[in-house]
């Protein structure tokens, strides 16, 4: 009864002591060695300096930090409101790897943190990485994108996707510091960096302040292997360049729609080969189509730097077969359009860009460049395209795109095939809540569209053929078609049928601001209204939390295994590249 009574005092006694607001980085961080690193804290009450008290391991933290952060008597946020106190020390760098507990005190606030700062293997174990990211990709798209492009007989898929016979796997997860559900910054920067974030943040700790680049900075993998080797590095998406995804490999923000300045990142890095959308932020704000707000022109500034520029895919090929040093390729002003819609529908806006590149001949393109440099690369490549057609629920095109990165992935590997050296990762930044339930059988009597829809036995299979053999469906229209529908949704109208007209636009908003179902699809025979599942200020299906699969093949992949968080899957590629050996 003695040790109760005694255990239930000392919890009173923590639970009457005020917790700091936050520490950076957070507790449970893993740190590369030398890698550097933003410290801050911030406190909930304005203290003197002599009142704030920090240790690490139980020593004065300038003594093993090596130095003093910068103290800020009254922390400003919103409006001018003071939030309180704060130290700030930025480019901390720890040579030692070990555990640190960071321990804060002022007045009644307390807070402590530990982090684990590790070092790497002495030698590399691979001298290139390919890291491919499928925006978005589920286990539906995966199985979709194998029955749709292989077939399946007798319940035996016909074939097998290229990402289907790697040799390591894993469980990852996605969540954000401040919520189960996330996007694909902080998820692609979790990958990118080894620390997890907040939503819409790029290679920082999300902070109080309401500026929005003053947060704790984190290293980049683009960063660190600048700091410690002559690599390459190469980014390749068919989303604007300095989208969410690939902008986490150079970018620090919390803000991830700071595109103009996230360019400006990406000169600062200077990564050898660039491929994608998103010419509209590279170019000077005078010229039609820029979204820039100022007169830098990114495009003169990347071709002084030394890049050879590529706008379509006749120069993206000339490029290939050219010695140039430097490659930045943008296809289209804003995200490029779909697989279905460049070279089977011809929808969306392949006419005011007709000669766009794909994913297969921009990862080819990519590898041509980057193995020129006798010391490796790494390249990320995203199949951005899944992610930006499964959020409107329109299947087709998200599955088409993911046949597409499957192909992509096919390319790489048998790059690796004659460099054994090359370590491939393929996953996903987060999920969606889409699902293979069935097929759609137009061959079923009646008008009504949701009778057409065959589950257990009565699903049978789908009548897709792939007559010239080159991976895709030849229709997509056909009379028995695969069934997949999201668990969460919008208002909009069901038609059960492919978007042959152009991508899908589920809901628009109406004079009150609230996103209802459109009725341009009200009228298609068969349509149905779905009231939807998620607030009305939402105009296309949502993330999901669950977990993404990891798959890796070559030198390093061993230690992808059972469940892991996104942060930890840095951890295995800077062990990979030996990123913190020491350095002579």
Do not use: C
């Not at 035996?156 to 894993?170: V, Y």
């Not at 895919?313 to 819609?341: C, I, P, Q, V, Y």
């Not at 008008?447 to 053929?465: L, S």
């Not at 059960?496 to 991508?503: A, I, L």
Request: charged share 25%.
């Amino acid at each position: 009864m003695r040790t109760l009574l005694s255990a239930l005092a000392a919890t009173t006694l923590l639970a009457g002591a005020a917790q700091a607001t936050a520490i950076y980085p957070l507790d449970r961080a893993t740190i590369l060695v030398s890698s550097p690193f933003d410290f801050k804290i911030e406190l909930d009450a304005v203290h003197p300096e002599a009142e704030i008290a920090v240790t690490v391991n139980g020593k004065p933290y300038a003594e093993t930090f090596g130095a003093k952060a910068d103290y800020v008597a009254e922390e400003k946020g919103k409006d001018d409101a003071v939030l309180g106190s704060a130290l700030i020390l930025r480019d901390l760098a720890l040579a030692e790897p070990g555990s640190y507990t960071v321990e804060v005190r002022a007045g009644d606030e307390t807070r402590t943190v530990t982090w684990e700062v590790y070092a790497t293997p002495a030698a590399p174990k691979a001298k290139n990485i390919i890291f491919f990211v499928g925006d978005g990709l589920s286990v539906a798209h995966r199985t979709a994108a194998r029955i749709m492009s292989k077939g399946m007989t007798e319940g035996k898929a016909d074939g097998r996707l290229a990402m289907d016979d790697l040799d390591h796997m894993a469980f990852i997860g996605t969540s954000s510091t401040h919520s189960v559900a996330t996007d694909s910054a902080n998820t692609m920067s979790a990958y990118m960096t080894g620390h997890k974030s907040r939503v819409n943040a790029l290679g920082v700790y999300a902070d109080r302040t309401p500026a929005t680049q003053d947060d704790p900075k984190v290293e980049t993998i683009a960063e660190a292997l600048r700091r410690t080797t002559g690599k390459s590095i190469g980014v390749v998406s068919t989303a604007e360049i300095e989208d969410a995804t690939p902008a986490a490999v150079v970018a620090h923000t919390r803000k991830r729609g700071e595109k103009a300045d996230i360019v400006g990142m990406f000169h600062d890095i200077r990564p050898e080969v660039m491929l994608g959308g998103g010419s509209a932020y590279f170019l000077k704000s005078d010229i039609p189509g820029s979204k820039r707000k100022d007169d830098s022109d990114y495009v003169a500034m990347f071709r002084e730097a030394g890049y050879t520029l590529a706008t379509n895919a006749a120069e993206l090929d000339a490029a290939r077969g050219s010695d140039a040093e430097r490659l930045l390729g943008l296809f289209h002003t804003g995200n490029m359009d779909t697989k279905l819609d460049r070279s089977f529908l011809h929808q969306g806006t392949v006419g005011k860009f007709p000669n766009q590149p794909g994913l297969v001949e921009m990862t080819e393109a990519a590898l041509d460049q980057l193995s020129k440099n006798e010391e490796g690369f790494f390249l990320m490549v995203e199949g951005a395209s899944i992610d930006k057609m499964s959020h409107p629920m329109d299947w087709d095109r998200a599955v088409i795109d993911t046949i597409e990165f499957d192909q992509a992935i096919a390319s790489a590997r048998a790059f690796a095939e004659t460099h054994p050296d090359t370590l491939i990762v393929v996953t996903g930044d987060h999920t969606h809540g889409v699902s293979v339930i069935g097929t759609i059988d137009d061959d079923k009597p009646g008008d009504e569209m949701r009778e057409k829809v065959g589950t257990y036995d009565a699903a049978g299979f789908p009548n897709y053929t792939d007559a010239d053999g080159d991976g895709y469906p030849d229709r997509i229209d056909v009379s028995r078609r695969l069934a997949i529908f999201s668990s969460n949704f919008p208002d909009h109208y069901e038609t059960w049928r492919p978007k042959m007209d152009g991508p899908f636009e589920p809901s628009v908003q109406n004079e009150k601001g609230e996103y209802v179902a459109n009725e341009a699809y009200k009228d298609i025979p068969g349509a149905v209204l779905r009231v939807g599942n998620l607030p009305k200020s939402a105009d296309t299906a949502v993330h999901a939390v669950d977990d993404v699969v990891l798959q890796a093949t070559g030198p390093g992949a061993e230690e992808f295994k059972g469940y892991m968080e996104q942060s930890d899957v840095y951890r295995v590629l800077v062990d990979a590249f030996a990123l913190g050996a020491p350095r002579n």
